[in-house]
């Protein structure tokens, strides 16, 4: 079963910093392009950033650039989101999503066909 | 930056009935226009991708079209499982990929 599994949320001060983790199962994840994407209380999806399946190509929204790091270990099928300078409007549910595979015709749709069930981020003094 | 501006931002309709959900995009974005659907306290879904592809294991009363700015995502004979949010999501000229405000769809 094709499978994502986020850990690594919780309470964390304004300033603070913390590692979220997916962990993968079920499918050659050094194949297939990663995202983060947030959701903050009662909030639409906002995408966060976006790693390429050899970790070449790597794009972040501008809410969140120069403050949070993507990374991929694809010998240990993870991909991980470092958060440092945490605020407020960080808050948010954090999911982790599969793209296409790096030999898919759609790679260019950014698509995002299979997700976590979310890891909870708090920011709060 | 590309928006994505959807309509309605909610609806309701009764099981059965057939729904249509608008996307718009600020500039040209050609195909590049996914679909999701996200039930309460869920993950997101992936529905439709590059406009009009039915994504494997998606019933059939989905379908996506549109071109350019844009596009429509329509829902025939619904079912219980679909009163849900969602959301349209462009990724011409990424980055950045940008996600419409949602659609959210309410039994009557």
């Known amino acids: 079963e094709v499978q994502l599994v986020e850990s690594g949320g919780g309470l964390v001060q304004p300033g603070g910093s913390l590692r979220l983790s997916c962990a993968a199962s079920?499918?050659?994840?050094?194949?297939?392009?990663m995202y983060w994407v947030r959701q903050a209380p009662g909030k639409g999806l906002e995408w966060v950033s976006y790693?390429?399946?050899?970790?070449?190509?790597?794009y972040y929204a501008d809410s969140v650039k120069g403050r949070f790091t993507i990374s991929r270990d694809n010998a240990k099928n993870s991909l991980y989101l470092q958060m440092n300078s945490l605020r407020a409007e960080d808050t948010a549910v954090y999911f982790c999503?599969?793209?296409?595979?790096?030999?898919?015709?759609?790679?260019?749709?950014?698509?995002?066909?299979?997700w976590g069930q979310g890891t909870t981020l708090t920011v709060s003094s | 930056d590309i928006q994505m501006t959807q309509s309605p931002s909610s609806l309701s309709a009764s099981v059965g009935d057939s729904v249509t959900i608008s996307c718009r995009a600020s500039?040209?974005?050609?195909?590049?226009l996914n679909w999701y659907r996200q039930k309460p306290g869920k993950a997101p879904q992936l529905l439709i991708y590059?406009?009009?592809r039915l994504q494997s294991g998606v019933p059939s009363r989905f379908s996506g079209s549109g071109s350019g700015t844009d596009f429509t995502l329509t829902i025939s004979s619904l079912q219980p499982d679909d009163f849900a949010t969602y959301y349209c999501?462009?990724?011409?000229?990424?980055?950045?990929?940008?996600f419409g405000q949602g659609t959210r769809l309410e039994i009557k």
């Open positions: 079920g499918f050659t994840f050094s194949n297939y392009e």
């Open positions: 999501q462009q990724s011409y000229n990424t980055p950045p990929i940008t």
């Open positions: 999503a599969r793209g296409s595979s790096s030999s898919s015709i759609f790679r260019y749709y950014y698509l995002m066909d299979v």
């Open positions: 590059a406009g009009s």
């Open positions: 790693t390429s399946s050899g970790g070449s190509s790597i």
């Open positions: 500039q040209d974005i050609s195909y590049y």
